[in-house]
């Protein structure tokens, strides 16, 4: 069954040159969104654009005058936003370290990307959800409640962020949420964390497979659809069960 709830929509999806957001960025275009795909990555960012009919803008989540040239960009060509994607991070590559010892500058870079580019990325977004409001979607993840030092510090607040700014944008309507993924296979995954360490997670998973970015799609574009018009502040596990809480 095909549908197009994304007709007429326009949707922002940082980070989406390759791995969750490229599969998000290609299910909105397959519903009918015009897509904005935002990355630093500008070769396979452009690609992705063009394979799926969108526009690429390259984009420095936490830089104010890049995500406010991304608003600008989306709005010169498409009029206005319903959806923004924040799912831009420093993952792939990321240094492993522990939060007693990681050199100060690159935590705060880690931090003015993966936990401060949402809200600055929102910052700049939301003014031009004139359609009657919008819907965001921010990338938590299972680190959030699990140890991995700096990284899952970065997503709780991505969590706090989340419930927060749906408090503070429901009055216009724009319902804001989190996915918070478990373990899933991205070349930044396959290159970040060890095979083994992959393979210990996915055995004590319930449902004992790794994730795939299309098992993140349908909670994705949920929440950014119509269907969801009542549902704001809140954070959705999609982990083949990893977190279980009670
Ligand atoms: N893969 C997993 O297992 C997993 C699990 C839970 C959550 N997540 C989260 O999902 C998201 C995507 O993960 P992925 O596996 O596709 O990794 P990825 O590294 O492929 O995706 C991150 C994207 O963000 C881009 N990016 C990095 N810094 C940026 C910046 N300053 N401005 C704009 N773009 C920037 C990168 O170029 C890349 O395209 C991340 O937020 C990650 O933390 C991933």
Redesign the pocket.
């Known amino acids: 069954m095909s549908s197009k709830r994304f007709e007429n929509k326009t949707v922002i999806v940082?980070?989406?040159?390759?791995?969750?957001?490229e599969a998000y960025a290609r299910a909105l275009a397959a519903e009918g969104a015009n897509v904005v795909v935002?990355?630093?990555?500008d070769e396979?960012g452009k690609q992705v654009a063009a394979d799926i009919g969108g526009l690429y803008v390259s984009?420095?989540?936490?830089d104010e005058e890049s995500a406010k040239a991304l608003a600008q960009a989306t709005v010169d060509a498409y009029g206005s936003i319903d959806g923004l994607v924040n799912?831009?991070?420093?993952?792939?590559g990321m240094k492993l370290d522990f939060l007693i010892t990681v050199p100060w500058d690159y935590y705060k870079k880690f931090m003015s990307?993966?936990l401060d580019?949402a809200l600055n990325v929102t910052r700049a977004i939301y003014p031009h959800m004139t359609n009657g409001g919008g819907a965001i979607v921010n990338?938590?993840?299972?680190?959030a409640w699990l140890y991995s030092g700096f990284y899952g510090l970065a997503?709780v607040g991505v969590n706090g962020l989340t419930q927060q700014l749906a408090t503070e944008l429901g009055g216009q309507n724009i319902r804001v949420n989190a996915i918070?993924?478990?373990?899933?296979d991205?070349?930044?995954?396959r290159t970040t964390t060890p095979k083994e360490m992959v393979a210990d997670i996915v055995n004590r998973l319930p449902l004992k497979r790794f994730?795939t970015?299309e098992d993140l799609v349908g909670m994705c574009l949920f929440l950014l659809s119509d269907e969801a018009g009542w549902i704001t502040g809140q954070i959705f596990n999609v982990d083949g069960g990893q977190v279980i809480r009670s």
């Open positions: 940082t980070g989406a040159a390759g791995g969750i957001g935002a990355d630093l990555a396979k984009t420095d989540v936490a799912n831009a991070a420093i993952y792939g990307v993966n580019g990338q938590s993840s299972t680190a997503k918070a993924p478990g373990p899933i991205t070349e930044a995954t994730g970015p």
